[in-house]
């Protein structure tokens, strides 16, 4: 009981539960009720999105690229924060990090794949350099009925370019390929 409690009181000074004491029913101190203050992360999740799909048809309003420009400025915008919070795109290993550990931490499950690439492809990537592509195998933002917010999709890429407009590195996304993936691909020009 004693080592329960003291767990207990550990987690009451988190603030991740509350305790409520209940009438006392005869003699000694009435009992204490325990309560978890963590919120359902997939409830939470699934509010955000309809309230970003809301906050898209608003703005969408008659005019949907306007709302894919704001989209955009609004993903520059939480760029610049990434930044001042320490992301950071300007070598080739910091930008790999920092995009695929954002990734994971977002929930895009990526998968690395390092290649030499030896032609020159649509990729803009010149011969002989090193690439990473990160394959992005699950999305956060799709709903439990399988809809895309299509605002958050822009909201990323816009993200993407100032890290490639900041970065001497060659960035690219390519959002919702065939199979439903979306891939990021860091090309090491300098070398």
């Known amino acids: 009981v004693n080592t329960a409690r003291g767990h207990l009181d550990e987690l009451v000074e988190k603030d991740a539960i509350f305790s409520t004491t209940t009438t006392a029913n005869g003699r000694g101190r009435p009992s204490l009720l ?16 309809t309230l970003i799909s809301v906050i898209a048809e608003h703005l969408a309003g008659d005019n949907p690229e306007h709302a894919t420009m704001l989209a955009r400025r ?8 990434m930044v001042e919070e320490g992301f950071s795109t300007q070598t080739f290993e910091e930008a790999v990090t920092s995009l695929s550990a954002h990734c994971r931490e977002m929930g895009f499950d ?29 999305c956060p933002f799709v709903k439990s009925n399988g809809e895309l917010i299509n605002f958050a999709c822009e909201i ?36």
């Open 110 to 138: 990526p998968v690395i794949t390092h290649q030499k690439q030896e032609t020159e492809q649509v990729h803009l990537c010149q011969q002989e350099t090193e690439q990473v592509h990160l394959c992005l195998r699950s």
């Open 74 to 81: 609004i993903g520059k915008d939480w760029a610049y924060r």
């Open 34 to 49: 325990y309560k978890l203050r963590i919120p359902d992360n997939q409830a939470v999740a699934n509010e955000y999105l």
């Open 156 to 191: 990323h890429q816009g993200m993407l370019e100032l890290q490639r407009d900041a970065s001497p590195l060659k960035i690219i996304l390519e959002p919702l390929r065939d199979n439903g993936e979306c891939h990021i691909t860091v090309c090491d020009d300098l070398n």
